[in-house]
């Protein structure tokens, strides 16, 4: 488009100044080998009026993922992988193995009689159970047993393994903080001697200790939470008795967060985690927020309208909503929903903003 002042191109959306004119052009040459550059023909895209975010909305079926991953199984075995996992990655990031600019999510298979060595990193994981039953993580000496619907963390450096003792695959949702420790350039990881812990406690004993409401004396409050395990059996009551209450919020449903018991903070200081149950019928509220989150559909099935496009999802089908876009959840029958976002990686920073 010609400017009507300079009769030269106008500018791109980035720059604050105008035409780029031979003379500017020549100097930003000349600068240019000194590497500096002109900040005037970049600011807005620097500091722009409101999140500018390069993601975009996607969803994955997990009929479709399962079968792909399952597959993998009879490519490459989980101690070959280390970690046999595919990647969400988001359409516009492709090749940056994240579902969003500061998250990382994958389908994790481990199939009957396999383990997934110990190592440990400075990134946190989660994981978010969707398929199968009676595998286990082992982290901080206990070894947790896992069902669908548990919410499982591995804090940073804490040593992990996995294995699956059952007859079954078993399936889950990884979510990693590692595109922010990478963005810090802070990642150290490494292989432990053996390839599986021992174990001291048994499954279900931090949730045991931590999450009833009393707490062992002389516990100092920690950055993440000491439960590893929430059990989707101990969750669901919370989500119907709330529900049955009409505590239900117009935009999120009749929701939890995972809490950190020693802070009343999130699970991990980068991700935090929230469980939400949508009554039959439930037509919520357009709600938008800077953190982009990762939702999975845990029971019942509905849509989100993200700015102009509906995502159609059913049980464990995986989804993304980027940062600052405006979205509204709707359910069918009675819905659970599972969503993880950096909240309070941004919370701490006080960048944090939702708008109603
Ligand atoms: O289970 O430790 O999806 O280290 C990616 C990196 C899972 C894990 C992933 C990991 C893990």
Redesign the pocket.
Known sequence: MESPTTGLMSPPSESVAGAVTPERAAYYERIGKQNLAPLWEVLRGLVPPEPKTPCVPALWRFAEVKKMVLEAGTLITAKEA??R?L?FENPALRGKSRITQSL?????LILPGEI?PA?R?T?S?I?FVLDGEGAY?AVEGEKTVMRRGDFVI?ANWAP?D?GNPSKQPMIWL???D?PTVNFFDAAF?EHLESEMQSNTRESGDSYARYGSGVLPDGVKPMLRSPIINYPYTQVKPVLERLEASGDVDPHHGARVRYANPLTGGWATPTMGANIAMLPKGFRGKDYRSTDGAIFVCVEGEGSTRVEGETLEWGPNDVFVIPSWKRYAHAAKGRTVLFSISDRPAQEALGLWREQN
């Open positions: 280390e970690r996992v990647v990382y999510a994958g389908l994790q997934a190592h990193h990134a994981a994981r993580t591995t992990h996995h990884d979510v990693l590692v990881s």
